[in-house]
């Protein structure tokens, strides 16, 4: 039975489990939880897979990572697929460069919620008002 070799590495369970709760991507998060949950022999990889709507060889994939490359190589990083619309900085980039005028000619700080519906609406935020 497959086990992840915490002590190689030196970490114990708790650390394991500290980065199941503190890992920034919901996949990393789940992979730790699968590490600790094994690793403290609570399950193995075949009902901790059916548990959580995996594969087995995915989470024994998990395992055998972690063993060979230690914890940094269970961190979720995006390999492909489409380009996000907009990422973190974009939205407040952009917010940055609009400018916004009520009826009267005054400028005000433009908002993310108007930047939004003026995009599904069809309208340039920048030349909105």
Request: glycine residues 6%; aromatic residues 12%.
């Amino acid at each position: 039975m497959i086990r992840p070799d915490f002590a190689k590495w030196g970490q114990t369970p708790e650390d394991i489990y500290r980065l199941s709760l503190e890992a920034k991507h919901p996949r990393s998060r789940e992979r730790f939880q699968a590490l600790y949950m094994i690793g403290t022999e609570q399950t193995n990889a075949t009902q901790w897979a059916k548990r959580i709507g995996r594969q087995d060889q995915t989470v024994m994939d998990w395992i055998h990572a972690y063993n060979v490359s230690g914890p940094e190589t269970l961190h979720y990083q995006r390999t492909g697929g489409r380009v996000p619309l907009f990422r973190d900085h974009l939205p407040q980039l952009l917010l940055s460069q609009i400018k916004v005028f009520d009826l009267l000619g005054h400028e005000f700080e433009a908002g993310l919620c108007f930047f939004k519906l003026s995009w599904r609406i069809g309208i340039d935020p920048a030349h909105a008002l």
